[in-house]
T-cell receptor
Framework: DSGVTQTPKHLITATGQRVTLRCSPR?????VYWYQQSLDQGLQFLIQ???????AKGNILERFSAQQFPDLHSELNLSSLELGDSALYFC???????????????FGEGSRLTVL | AQKITQTQPGMFVQEKEAVTLDCTYD???????LFWYKQPSSGEMIFLIY??????QNATEGRYSLNFQKARKSANLVISASQLGDSAMYFC????????????FGAGTTVTVRA
């Protein structure tokens, strides 16, 4: 158990719909990352938040948005869903900056999204 | 350009034998970290081992060791005494710089351990 909690574990929805994926990082971790894993694209970095602020942005579509709340949990919002958005969405957390932190990411179990 | 390259899509290994998974990386940053993660069929990502760019010795964690060749920009994972439970997808990843902990992942290598 990594200590990172993601909900829901599985989600089936239709094209055009909107979903929200939720992530609770490990206790004490300030950074949250979102990754998308699909068969054809592999593990793609979407976005990173550090202590409530956006820190880095990757290949995140404009239809997708995320935020990190004061209690450090994060949500990834996916809208106008397309078939190609079907993937496993991972949240990961790390301690964040400073110290001797190696930068290891602790991953949640993922949210598997199926768009029909 | 790909930052992490894993050229072996799949590998078979006999139980109790060792297997080496290849990983090459590309960065111009002198400070970086290299990671290996395991993803079993259940889907979770499990951290295995870490090597920092300034580390003088190759990292080891139990049956996992990392063969770090800085000049060649390679960071191969060696799994010794393979077990059936080692069957999984293995990902090499890199963090560039200090303060930016985003990891870039390779395409992964599927390892199947045969009894």
């Amino acid at each position: 158990d990594s200590g990172v909690t993601q909900t829901p574990k599985h989600l089936i929805t239709a094209t055009g719909q909107r979903v929200t994926l939720r992530c609770s990082p490990r206790s004490g971790d300030l950074s949250v990352y979102w990754y998308q894993q699909s068969l054809d694209q592999g593990l793609q970095f979407l976005i990173q938040y550090y202590n409530g602020e956006e820190r880095a942005k990757g290949n995140i579509l404009e239809r997708f948005s995320a935020q990190q709340f004061p209690d450090l949990h994060s949500e990834l919002n996916l809208s106008s869903l397309e078939l190609g958005d079907s993937a496993l969405y991972f949240c990961a957390s790390s301690v964040g900056e400073g110290g001797l932190n190696t930068g290891e990411l602790f991953f949640g179990e993922g949210s598997r999204l199926t768009v029909l | 350009a790909q930052k992490i390259t894993q050229t072996q899509p799949g590998m078979f290994v006999q139980e109790k034998e060792a297997v080496t998974l290849d990983c090459t990386y590309d960065t111009s940053d002198p400070s970086y970290g290299l990671f290996w993660y395991k993803q079993p069929s259940s889907g979770e990502m499990i951290f295995l081992i870490y090597q920092g760019s300034y580390d003088q010795q190759n990292a080891t964690e139990g049956r996992y060791s990392l063969n770090f060749q800085k000049a060649r920009k390679s960071a191969n994972l060696v799994i010794s005494a393979s077990q059936l439970g080692d069957s999984a997808m293995y990902f090499c990843a890199m963090r560039e710089g200090i303060g930016d902990y985003k990891l870039s992942f390779g395409a992964g290598t599927t390892v199947t351990v045969r009894a």
